[in-house]
């Protein structure tokens, strides 16, 4: 709620302030884990546009989270509002994905390979969606639904580039799966320039992985 907050009052303070038409630069972002001192993958940026131009920057994508030695692939996917995701399973072994957030709740029946060709879901609001199995505890993976099409997710380099944004001051928000959610480095204020890449570094202190771990030894079992 407070990180909300803050965002709408960079909007209300006017620090969003676009340039003439046209006019277009790009975004670098590079993070690091505070405590470790190492790249930080799967950190999402998200450029904040006011709302009265959000819908000329969406561009529905088709996308695909797939299931691979019981483990969901890619772990964190970053999409815009109304794309769609196929969930494929690439194991030889049953699955049962499913997920109950707020942005997007759904649930796909007991499947296996070549058996989930036409399990896909359309997602309509934007948010942080969870994704789970029901069949193995530990797997875990998330959908990120951007706003607009200026999102992106960091590499194991724990960098990302996002271009075409328009001139101006932004807010940026930024998330991890391990993040505290009132956590002010995940809050920035940008001036992109026209023609130009602008910088943004940023060490992010991450929570415990508090996860399920993964089942020890092979099962004779094909739903595990």
Known sequence: ?????????????GTILLAANGQAGELRLQV????????????????VLPQNLRAQYVTPLESEVD??????????????TDS???????????????????????????YGSGRNINYQEKFELPGVVELGCNI???????????ETDFAAVTDATGTLSVSEIPAGTYAVKL???????????????VTITDGTASQLRVALTLNRDNRLRRAPGPSRS???
Request: no cysteine; net charge negative; aromatic share 10%.
């Open 84 to 110: 769609l995701v196929r969930f494929p399973n690439s194991d030889d072994i049953l699955h049962h994905v499913y997920s109950f957030s707020e942005a997007k709740v759904f649930e796909l029946p007991l």
């Open 175 to 189: 998330w991890h799966p391990r993040a505290s959610a009132d956590d002010p480095a995940l809050l920035h204020e």
């Open 136 to 146: 193995h505890d530990w797997m875990l993976a998330h959908i990120y639904v951007a």
């Open 32 to 47: 690091i884990d505070a405590d470790a001192g190492v790249p930080l993958a799967d950190v999402v940026m998200e450029v």
């Open 67 to 80: 299931q691979q030695e019981k483990e969901f692939v890619a772990s964190v996917t970053v999409i815009t």
């Open 1 to 13: 709620m407070k990180f909300r907050v803050r965002i709408k009052a960079l909007l209300m303070a």
């Open 222 to 224: 094909r739903y595990r």
